[in-house]
């Protein structure tokens, strides 16, 4: 009866694969008693007497356990379970431990070793424990191949995505230059200088024009994706400028657009909102993809809004809203529409075209300003694209600008330098603001006067800061050449002397910090 149930369960245990398993014992007959039982469940037992031998065994043919006596003359369990783990780690031990010990499970498996199962033990006990611990064997196994199967799947995907990367870039580059021509020919003869052109003739190259923009947008697009790819992100150029006259510049390209659809816009911008230190072409971009995407979800008879909702709690980026009354976005698409590629329910079924990539690029431009961007929407109640835009202001300066140059700069181990123009009135001895036309003028002359990574900013027609890679030496004399420049050039009214300070990086101030609170302070007499 026993050996049938016995025989009843070595056919159980049969269907695992065979483990090697090595049995120390010095006492011959626990050696015996294991190994019969290892070899009633299926596997395969070697035994001897010595942990020396033990490892000897182990250093000409692996096993993938080993169950071990603590307590042998020369070399203890130990030291066994010690040499095992060092020489060969991928051995699971068991260790037969006995009551009354001088050691605790604690002691055994600090040394190495996975499990332990006291003296005397059943042959089930045994037999459960063999079986636990070949589980967890195999399941690390299993583990171990599936990451390293991962692993090589997701090198490969990063080479095919990065083959798509500079496939979209080359392909993007390449198609650039022909469009280039074509779009030049197509204006030649379009201002009649390849003779004069019928009704028909200038209608059909109009409507060739149109779509050579279209196209040439769809570049810019993926040109910009593969730069964000590419690790290099987007080259932002903060100007202060006036919000209003990005966005009319942004809402003039659709007018035609929404005519022809029968949709509205209304700009509820107040036109005395502060400056805004944005990169002006960047931020065209974005509200001509928000524009765009709203003319492009709305029915005719809708409408397209644009407003503001004030500043923020810092008072530093001011929130900007555009809304429609189109379709509205799913729940489910809301929180993936900003991922490249992503392209919500009614794109995907054909009603309109896109490429999925514009709310990515609008998210990065935005960001890029340090700025935040989300959406809000009822499925068939209209979409809201909520952002924030810095306020031109010493803050932003100070994030945006300086502080990148400056980490810039030191990356490099370059110079780096801020040159501070003023304007001083020579009869009240005071700073002066000058007159809008003078200090166009100002600034025309000094936008011609610096290199392209060097950056101007003018500052409440009162001063212009101008931060540059160069050091102290050559910044003094660039700023010594502005002062002539604008003194001699009649840039400036008479009556008005032309000033400047100046404050380098290594030079007036040894690190970053100093430099900052440095360039504070030089902000602050202004
Ligand atoms: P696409 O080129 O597909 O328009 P975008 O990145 O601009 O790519 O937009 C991603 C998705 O977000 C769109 O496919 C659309 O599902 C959704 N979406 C964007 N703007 C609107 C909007 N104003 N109304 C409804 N859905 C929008």
Redesign the pocket.
């Known amino acids: 009866m026993l050996l049938r149930f016995l025989l009843n369960r070595v056919e159980e245990d049969i269907r695992v694969e065979k483990e090697r398993i090595l049995v120390v014992d010095d006492e011959a007959s626990v050696r015996e008693m294991v190994s019969k039982i290892v070899n009633l469940i299926g596997h395969e037992a070697v035994t001897t007497g010595s942990g020396k031998e033990a490892l000897e065994i182990l250093k000409n043919e692996p096993f993938s356990i080993m169950i071990t006596d603590i307590r042998m003359p020369e070399m203890d369990g130990f030291e066994l379970i010690k040499a095992v783990r060092s020489h060969f780690p991928d051995t699971y031990i068991i260790c037969m431990t006995a009551h009354g010990g001088s050691y605790t499970y604690t002691d055994v498996v600090a040394a190495g070793a996975t499990d332990y199962i006291s003296k005397p033990f059943t042959i089930d006990e045994m037999r459960a424990k063999l079986n636990r611990v070949i589980h967890e064997k195999n399941l690390i196994l299993d583990l171990t191949r599936k990451s390293v199967e991962l692993e090589r799947v997701n090198a490969e995907l990063k080479r095919l995505d990065q083959l798509k990367s500079t496939f979209i870039s080359s392909v993007s580059h390449e198609l650039r230059t022909p469009l280039t021509v074509i779009k030049e020919f197509i204006s030649l003869m379009l201002e009649g200088h390849a003779g004069s052109l019928t009704e028909d003739q200038r209608e059909y190259l109009g409507i060739a024009n149109k779509n050579i923009m279209r196209l040439t947008n769809l570049i810019e697009t993926l040109l910009d994706f593969s730069r964000i790819e590419s690790g290099k992100g987007l080259k932002l150029r903060f100007e202060p400028s006036r919000l209003m006259e990005v966005v009319e510049d942004s809402v003039m390209t659709f007018s035609q657009q929404m005519e022809g659809k029968g949709v509205t816009l209304e700009n509820r911008l107040d036109p005395d909102l502060p400056h805004v230190l944005i990169d002006r072409n960047r931020m065209v971009e974005v509200f001509i993809?928000?524009i765009?995407?709203?003319i492009?979800?709305?029915p005719p008879g809708g409408k397209i809004t644009i407003d503001s909702r004030g500043l923020t709690e810092k008072r530093d980026y001011l929130k900007i809203v555009?809304t429609?009354t189109?379709?509205?976005?799913?729940p489910e698409?809301l929180p993936k529409?900003?991922e490249?590629f992503?392209?919500?329910?009614?794109?995907?079924t054909g009603v309109?075209?896109?490429?999925?990539?514009?709310?990515?690029?609008?998210k990065e431009i935005i960001e890029g300003h340090r700025g935040s961007i989300y959406?809000e929407?009822k499925f068939g109640g209209?979409?809201s694209?909520l952002f924030t835009l810095p306020v031109f202001g010493i803050e932003t300066i100070y994030h945006l600008l300086l502080n990148p140059m400056l980490e810039e700069a030191e990356k490099d181990k370059s110079p780096f330098s801020m040159i501070r123009v003023e304007f001083w009135d020579q009869r009240t001895k005071r700073e002066s603001e000058l007159n809008h036309e003078s200090w166009e003028g100002v600034m025309y002359a000094l936008q011609k006067m610096v290199r392209s990574v060097d950056t101007v900013i003018p500052f409440q027609n009162s001063a212009v800061y101008l931060f540059s890679f160069n050091d102290k030496k050559f910044t003094k004399e660039i700023a010594e050449r502005i002062q002539v420049k604008l003194t001699q050039g009649n840039y400036i009214p008479k009556g008005i002397d032309v000033r400047f300070k100046t404050y380098t990086y290594p030079k007036d101030a040894h690190n970053k910090e100093d430099f900052l609170k440095g360039s504070r302070l030089l902000f602050k007499e202004g």
Do not use: H, M, P, W
């Open positions: 993809n928000l765009g995407n709203g492009k979800f709305t555009v429609d189109g379709v509205g976005i799913l698409d529409i900003f490249r992503y392209q919500g329910e009614t794109t995907q309109v075209t896109g490429t999925g990539l514009g709310l990515a690029i609008v959406a929407s209209g979409a694209f």
